[in-house]
């Protein structure tokens, strides 16, 4: 799929439950606000477990079934997993950001997945679902890249309105990333690639 099709698919799935999925992305954005205002502590605790939870809300929606805000709060449910994820990610990322802002981009895309392939890999260690993305994204970071670029006018808008369009552009960027992931998956599990 090109960021067209995915925009696409991502505007039809988010249309049939975009009321609980803009209710699910606030409740996140409010709490990842609160902890960043937690210095740094608050932002290791939350972020891996609620990443955990919006990846399985954002992949009950790509299957086209029922939410519901309760659904974020379940990487809780496996803090330990979730929380070594999250530290992980955050500190391979800064570290690679100290070489230039690019190898920076690079490693945040590298483990991109990982939260989507924790969600569906429970078996998985963090470090195994973190190498697990790093493989599934060789050769694709420059396919993120593009699907994220293709929002650059959303961005823009987002910035005109004060932050208004983020009501549905949130939605919509996180919904065309899971699929970006549901896209992978294929590619991977397909004999010719």
Known sequence: MNSFQMRAEARRLMNTQMGMLILVLFVYGIMMSFANSVVVIGTLLLSGPLSLGLAKVLL??????KIGIEMLFSGFEDFSRSFVAGLLISLYVFLWSLLLIIPGIIAAFSYSMTFYIMEENPQFSAQEAMEASKRMMYGHKWRLFDLWFSFIGWFILCLLSFGIALI??????????????????QLQSSPLS
Not at 174 to 184: N, P
């Open 168 to 185: 549905y552009v949130t939605p919509y960027f996180s919904t065309a990333l899971t699929v970006f992931y549901a896209d992978l998956k």
């Open 60 to 65: 009950k929606v790509l299957d086209e079934e």
